[in-house]
Every structure is written in structure tokens, then in C-alpha cells.
């Protein structure tokens, strides 16, 4: 039985890969996980693309990578072991639009595997009962996508080849690599677009991380639907914050109802007065569906208009902006160090 699959719209894709970043929070505890990427490859049918030879000065690093990965299929209850090499392809596919920058592909290739492995190695730890002695599953809501080559054939359709050899050369490309810190994986949190400035892990998620910290992302204020309004009648919040928590007080006058916001330097909400309580940002943004946290609230005739602006909780490397610098010209390693400060990017070797 097989996941029935549609065309999606970027929107759709970042939705659900900011779903999946925001268990992010659940990994950074596991200090002792690694990251890592496969070496299990075949050639990439179609055109050839650029920086296909790995650069030599990508130290080798004691860690060595899967070569499959074993994936829950929640449709059936079965556990498929897939190749590593395929796996990211059909996440690097889930979680970008094959129309990015090649350079931007292989950055999220990078990422995507790291995520991985990192889930990997946490699950070897401390095995979740519910995986049922998988790594992971294709819950896109608590795991990262991926798309079966039978979903991309649907997904792309009559340009099945042309960008299944895109995505596929730019994984091969990277294959070996892995982003590190103190010769263990990092956490390679991502999002799909910042408020112009990426946040720091400590502000967001309550932990700091030396390579989580802010850093400039101002093409991601050029992105389409950067700034967005989402109207919200009183009756409608109310049952959310009510639903949410059921002793809330909340005053009469619905002007009333927010405070004034403790924000990062860059606006996105850490706490805000809601009634009676102290809210977390991360949570009024889960609980009314915006699009980041980063956000503003004003009331006017019985409805509350927010106003938004990026896309994701705004921890790591930004996607548009990965996007934005290879444009630019920069390659695929100077936007994963870019996105994550003082980390590095180490070659490993692929279990057989």
C-alpha cells in the first residue's frame, strides 16, 4: 500500500519540513549523537552538474555512516530498509523545490543526512518502543520526508529525469561529508525562511549551541509572502486559547488580551502576557497556525490581525537563504558554515 502523493506547492513542502524541524528541540539533549553521510552510489542518469570531485581539504573524521536506513511505513506497519544514497535523495526532493540553486541542494543534502543520522544513532541509544526497531518513520509531522522514486515519478511527472539527475548528483556530490563539532555531528536544524537574521538555539529552544547562534540572512527579506497577515476572529482565538489552557482569564476588552512581547533582537516572540498567563512565542504561533513567530498583534473591530514575518522557528540555515547565496555564487560549504558558525564539515567513511 502505497502513500498517495500530489504536486506540492513550496508553501506545502516548507509547512512540512518546518513540522519536522520543530522535534528539532527533542535532539539537541543527545550531546553524544553523531551525523554522517552514506557512500553507497550510483551514477546519475541526464545531464552532468558541477563540483561532482570532492574538494580534498575536507578532513576525514573517525565516524562512520549508514548504509541503509530502516523507515516505518506508518500506512502499513512495515519497516523498508532503503538505501542511504536513495533515502536523501527522496528527502533533499521532499524538502526543496528541484528548481533551487544545485549548490543550495547539496547544502540540504548535508543537512538532511546529518538529521538522519543523528535520529539514527539517538534511536541505537535509546530505542523508541513505537518505531518498533526502525530509525525513524514516514511521519512527516515528527520526522524529516521523503519521497519513494515511484512518489517522485508522480511528483515531477514528464520532468522526472531531468530533476531526479539534479537532486541525485547533488547528494552523490556530497555523499561523503558530514557538518561537525568536536568530531561528533551537530544538530543541523533548518527552516524556510528567516526574519532576516537567524535566532539562536538558546533564545528558542531553551539550550545554547555554539554553531545555533544568530546569524545575517537579509536575502530572506526579498522571499515571496515574507510578510504575511493572518485576521483571526475573537470567538476563534478564544476557543484556541481556551482549548489550550483551560484556566486562562482573559479580560474583557479583547484589545486587551496580549501584552507587550519579550522578542529577540531581530522580533521574534520568546514570551507574551496572553490573559492571565505567560505564553511561549513558539506555542501562540503553533496554537493560531502562523507562519513563524516572528510576529506582531494588533485588534481592531473584533478580530486580531497578526502579522508575520518569515517562515520556520529561524534556528540554523535558512533555506531560501541557502538558495539566495548560491545565486550569489557561494558553494555549498561556505553556506553550511555560514548557517553554522564555528562547525565544520568532516568526510566519513560508509559502513558496507
Partial sequence: MRRKIRSKSVSERKERGDRMNRQMRFLI???????????????AAGRQHPSLTMPAEFPDAAL????????????????????????????????????YEYEALKAQAVASHTYAERIRRQQEAAPDPALNGADFSDDSSKYQ??????????????AYDRYYSKIASAVTAVEPLLICMEDEPIVAAFHAVSDGMTENAADIWGQPLPYLVSVSSEADQTAPQFEETVTIPLASAEQALRAADPEIVLPEQGAE?????????SGTVLRMRTGNIESDGQKLRELFHLRSACFTVEYCDGQFRFTTKGYGHGVGMSQYGA?????????FDQILLHYYSGASIQRCKCAK
Fill in 257 to 265: 488580551w496580549f501584552g507587550e512581547p519579550e522578542t529577540t533582537p
Fill in 323 to 331: 538558495n539566495m547565496m548560491a545565486r550569489s555564487g557561494a558553494t
Fill in 29 to 43: 539533549p543527545a550531546a553524544g549523537m553523531m551525523l554522517f553521510l552514506p557512500a553507497c552510489i550510483a551514477s
Fill in 145 to 158: 520526508a521523503f519521497y519513494t522514486d515511484a512518489e517522485l515519478h508522480t511528483l515531477y511527472g514528464d
Fill in 64 to 99: 562512520t555512516t549508514a548504509s541503509q536506513y530502516r523507515v516505518l511505513l506508518t500506512e502499513t506497519g512495515e519497516i523498508a530498509e532503503v538505501p542511504a544514497r536513495e533515502y536523501l535523495i527522496g528527502a533533499v526532493a521532499a524538502e526543496l523545490p528541484a528548481e
